[in-house]
Protein backbone atom coordinates (compact mmCIF):
# COMPACT_ATOMS: atom_id res chain seq x y z
CA UNK A 1 0.00 0.00 0.00
CA UNK A 2 1.63 3.81 -0.56
CA UNK A 3 1.89 5.44 1.94
CA UNK A 4 0.09 8.40 2.48
CA UNK A 5 1.65 12.37 2.49
CA UNK A 6 1.73 14.34 5.62
CA UNK A 7 -1.09 16.76 4.34
CA UNK A 8 -3.16 13.63 3.11
CA UNK A 9 -3.07 12.47 6.38
CA UNK A 10 -3.96 15.43 8.46
CA UNK A 11 -6.90 16.46 6.30
CA UNK A 12 -8.33 13.16 6.97
CA UNK A 13 -7.77 13.44 10.73
CA UNK A 14 -9.71 17.08 10.45
CA UNK A 15 -12.75 14.82 9.64
CA UNK A 16 -14.98 13.18 11.83
CA UNK A 17 -16.37 10.56 9.26
CA UNK A 18 -18.92 9.13 11.64
CA UNK A 19 -20.82 12.97 11.60
CA UNK A 20 -23.25 14.79 9.89
CA UNK A 21 -21.90 18.55 9.51
CA UNK A 22 -24.22 21.66 8.98
CA UNK A 23 -23.44 22.50 5.40
CA UNK A 24 -21.59 25.98 6.76
CA UNK A 25 -18.89 23.80 8.85
CA UNK A 26 -18.99 20.96 6.17
CA UNK A 27 -18.16 24.18 3.33
CA UNK A 28 -15.51 25.51 6.53
CA UNK A 29 -14.01 22.18 6.51
CA UNK A 30 -13.54 21.08 3.15
CA UNK A 31 -12.06 24.53 2.50
CA UNK A 32 -9.69 24.23 5.29
CA UNK A 33 -8.54 20.89 3.65
CA UNK A 34 -7.95 22.04 -0.08
CA UNK A 35 -4.24 23.21 0.58
CA UNK A 36 -3.46 21.79 -3.08
CA UNK A 37 -0.84 24.45 -4.87
CA UNK A 38 -4.67 24.92 -7.25
CA UNK A 39 -7.58 26.56 -6.50
CA UNK A 40 -9.48 23.24 -6.08
CA UNK A 41 -12.59 22.45 -7.06
CA UNK A 42 -15.34 21.93 -4.68
CA UNK A 43 -17.88 19.26 -5.39
CA UNK A 44 -21.10 17.98 -3.83
CA UNK A 45 -22.13 14.26 -4.04
CA UNK A 46 -25.42 13.48 -3.84
CA UNK A 47 -27.09 9.90 -2.71
CA UNK A 48 -31.14 9.50 -4.19
CA UNK A 49 -33.90 6.97 -3.69
CA UNK A 50 -33.65 6.49 -7.15
CA UNK A 51 -32.77 3.10 -9.62
CA UNK A 52 -32.22 5.06 -12.90
CA UNK A 53 -32.46 1.57 -14.58
CA UNK A 54 -36.55 2.56 -14.11
CA UNK A 55 -37.34 5.23 -16.98
CA UNK A 56 -39.43 7.11 -14.72
CA UNK A 57 -36.91 7.32 -11.95
CA UNK A 58 -34.82 9.18 -14.15
CA UNK A 59 -33.29 11.95 -12.82
CA UNK A 60 -31.74 14.97 -14.62
CA UNK A 61 -31.76 18.53 -15.36
CA UNK A 62 -29.88 21.72 -15.45
CA UNK A 63 -29.02 25.03 -12.75
CA UNK A 64 -27.65 28.11 -13.14
CA UNK A 65 -25.82 28.39 -10.44
CA UNK A 66 -26.15 31.81 -8.53
CA UNK A 67 -22.30 32.49 -7.86
CA UNK A 68 -21.03 30.21 -10.92
CA UNK A 69 -18.57 27.52 -11.08
CA UNK A 70 -15.24 29.43 -10.74
CA UNK A 71 -14.42 28.13 -14.35
CA UNK A 72 -15.41 29.25 -17.80
CA UNK A 73 -17.00 26.74 -19.67
CA UNK A 74 -15.87 25.85 -23.52
CA UNK A 75 -18.88 25.63 -25.15
CA UNK A 76 -19.99 23.98 -28.97
CA UNK A 77 -23.03 24.68 -30.85
CA UNK A 78 -24.29 22.93 -33.75
CA UNK A 79 -26.21 25.45 -36.17
CA UNK A 80 -26.68 27.16 -39.42
CA UNK A 81 -26.25 30.33 -41.26
CA UNK A 82 -27.80 33.01 -38.35
CA UNK A 83 -28.26 30.76 -35.95
CA UNK A 84 -24.28 30.08 -36.05
CA UNK A 85 -23.81 33.88 -35.98
CA UNK A 86 -26.06 34.43 -32.96
CA UNK A 87 -24.17 31.70 -31.23
CA UNK A 88 -20.66 33.22 -32.37
CA UNK A 89 -21.93 36.74 -30.69
CA UNK A 90 -23.40 35.13 -27.60
CA UNK A 91 -19.56 33.61 -27.26
CA UNK A 92 -19.94 29.85 -28.15
CA UNK A 93 -16.20 28.85 -28.96
CA UNK A 94 -16.83 26.29 -31.45
CA UNK A 95 -19.75 26.58 -34.01
CA UNK A 96 -20.31 24.13 -37.05
CA UNK A 97 -22.56 22.02 -38.61
CA UNK A 98 -21.57 18.87 -40.92
CA UNK A 99 -17.50 19.97 -40.02
CA UNK A 100 -18.25 20.10 -36.61
CA UNK A 101 -19.65 16.08 -36.47
CA UNK A 102 -16.99 14.92 -38.30
CA UNK A 103 -14.48 16.19 -36.01
CA UNK A 104 -16.42 15.02 -32.99
CA UNK A 105 -16.44 11.85 -35.01
CA UNK A 106 -12.94 11.88 -34.94
CA UNK A 107 -12.80 12.12 -31.31
CA UNK A 108 -11.88 16.54 -31.50
CA UNK A 109 -13.78 17.22 -28.70
CA UNK A 110 -12.44 20.49 -27.10
CA UNK A 111 -15.66 21.66 -25.68
CA UNK A 112 -17.24 21.36 -21.90
CA UNK A 113 -20.77 21.81 -22.93
CA UNK A 114 -22.87 21.55 -26.26
CA UNK A 115 -25.82 23.13 -27.47
CA UNK A 116 -27.76 22.10 -30.89
CA UNK A 117 -30.51 23.97 -32.70
CA UNK A 118 -33.38 21.48 -33.34
CA UNK A 119 -33.06 21.51 -37.19
CA UNK A 120 -29.30 19.90 -36.45
CA UNK A 121 -30.74 17.23 -34.25
CA UNK A 122 -30.81 14.90 -37.08
CA UNK A 123 -26.96 15.12 -37.74
CA UNK A 124 -26.29 15.57 -33.91
CA UNK A 125 -28.27 12.21 -33.52
CA UNK A 126 -25.07 10.55 -35.15
CA UNK A 127 -22.89 11.48 -32.29
CA UNK A 128 -24.88 9.63 -29.40
CA UNK A 129 -22.58 7.06 -29.69
CA UNK A 130 -20.07 9.87 -28.81
CA UNK A 131 -21.39 12.34 -27.05
CA UNK A 132 -23.47 10.27 -24.82
CA UNK A 133 -21.24 8.92 -22.20
CA UNK A 134 -19.19 12.01 -21.84
CA UNK A 135 -22.60 13.75 -20.60
CA UNK A 136 -22.56 16.06 -23.77
CA UNK A 137 -25.77 15.23 -25.83
CA UNK A 138 -27.79 18.08 -26.59
CA UNK A 139 -31.51 17.41 -24.58
CA UNK A 140 -33.91 19.53 -24.97
CA UNK A 141 -34.96 18.61 -21.54
CA UNK A 142 -31.93 20.28 -20.32
CA UNK A 143 -32.35 23.34 -22.55
CA UNK A 144 -29.46 22.14 -24.57
CA UNK A 145 -31.42 21.34 -27.97
CA UNK A 146 -32.89 24.72 -28.29
CA UNK A 147 -33.61 27.44 -30.96
CA UNK A 148 -32.86 30.27 -28.14
CA UNK A 149 -28.67 29.83 -28.53
CA UNK A 150 -28.02 33.29 -27.41
CA UNK A 151 -29.43 32.20 -24.56
CA UNK A 152 -28.20 28.42 -23.73
CA UNK A 153 -24.96 29.83 -24.33
CA UNK A 154 -24.79 32.84 -22.01
CA UNK A 155 -26.26 30.28 -19.71
CA UNK A 156 -23.56 27.96 -20.24
CA UNK A 157 -20.88 30.80 -20.10
CA UNK A 158 -22.35 32.06 -16.93
CA UNK A 159 -22.23 28.96 -14.81
CA UNK A 160 -24.89 26.53 -15.37
CA UNK A 161 -24.49 22.81 -14.44
CA UNK A 162 -26.08 20.09 -16.09
CA UNK A 163 -26.75 16.62 -13.71
CA UNK A 164 -27.55 13.47 -14.38
CA UNK A 165 -27.86 10.47 -12.08
CA UNK A 166 -25.51 7.75 -12.12
CA UNK A 167 -26.23 4.00 -12.33
CA UNK A 168 -25.74 3.75 -8.62
CA UNK A 169 -28.22 6.44 -7.90
CA UNK A 170 -25.49 8.85 -7.09
CA UNK A 171 -24.92 12.40 -8.60
CA UNK A 172 -21.78 14.31 -8.78
CA UNK A 173 -21.26 18.36 -9.64
CA UNK A 174 -18.34 21.10 -9.04
CA UNK A 175 -20.50 23.80 -7.42
CA UNK A 176 -17.48 26.65 -6.74
CA UNK A 177 -13.77 26.80 -6.13
CA UNK A 178 -12.05 26.53 -2.96
CA UNK A 179 -11.57 30.36 -3.24
CA UNK A 180 -15.39 31.23 -2.76
CA UNK A 181 -15.99 32.67 0.40
CA UNK A 182 -18.09 30.78 2.26
CA UNK A 183 -21.49 32.17 1.65
CA UNK A 184 -21.17 31.72 -2.34
CA UNK A 185 -20.14 28.64 -1.78
CA UNK A 186 -23.58 27.74 0.28
CA UNK A 187 -25.81 29.67 -1.83
CA UNK A 188 -24.38 27.54 -4.87
CA UNK A 189 -24.86 24.05 -2.76
CA UNK A 190 -28.57 24.72 -1.88
CA UNK A 191 -29.48 26.23 -5.75
CA UNK A 192 -27.86 23.02 -6.50
CA UNK A 193 -29.95 20.59 -3.91
CA UNK A 194 -33.04 23.18 -4.83
CA UNK A 195 -32.88 21.77 -8.89
CA UNK A 196 -32.55 17.90 -7.76
CA UNK A 197 -35.14 18.15 -5.54
CA UNK A 198 -37.50 19.48 -7.84
CA UNK A 199 -36.07 17.36 -10.61
CA UNK A 200 -37.82 14.60 -8.60
CA UNK A 201 -39.28 11.97 -10.78
CA UNK A 202 -42.82 10.32 -10.57
CA UNK A 203 -41.62 6.90 -9.93
CA UNK A 204 -39.10 8.19 -6.96
CA UNK A 205 -40.64 6.66 -3.58
CA UNK A 206 -39.62 6.93 0.23
CA UNK A 207 -36.75 9.94 0.81
CA UNK A 208 -34.85 10.95 -2.39
CA UNK A 209 -32.30 12.94 -1.15
CA UNK A 210 -30.58 10.45 1.03
CA UNK A 211 -26.92 11.47 1.30
CA UNK A 212 -25.20 14.25 0.91
CA UNK A 213 -21.11 14.94 0.87
CA UNK A 214 -18.79 18.04 0.16
CA UNK A 215 -15.13 17.64 -1.21
CA UNK A 216 -12.54 19.50 -2.96
CA UNK A 217 -10.21 18.03 -5.52
CA UNK A 218 -7.90 16.78 -3.45
CA UNK A 219 -9.21 16.36 -0.11
CA UNK A 220 -11.24 13.86 1.69
CA UNK A 221 -15.02 14.01 1.71
CA UNK A 222 -17.38 15.73 5.06
CA UNK A 223 -20.65 13.96 5.34
CA UNK A 224 -23.37 16.91 5.40
CA UNK A 225 -26.61 16.81 6.86
CA UNK A 226 -29.60 16.69 4.42
CA UNK A 227 -31.59 19.09 6.08
CA UNK A 228 -29.20 21.97 6.43
CA UNK A 229 -28.65 21.81 2.13
CA UNK A 230 -32.39 21.68 1.90
CA UNK A 231 -33.86 25.30 1.29
Excluded: W
Amino acid sequence: MAKLGKRTVAAREAVDRKKLYKLEEAIALVKSNATAKFDETIEVAINLGVDPRHADQMVRGVVALPNGTGRTARVAVFARDAKADEAKAAGADIVGAEELVDEVLKGNIDFDRCIATPDMMPLVGRLGKVLGPRNLMPNPKVGTVTPDVKTAVEAAKAGSVEFRVEKAGILHAGVGKASFDDAKLVENVKAFADAVQKAKPSGAKGTFIQRVALTSSMGPGVHVDVSSVQA
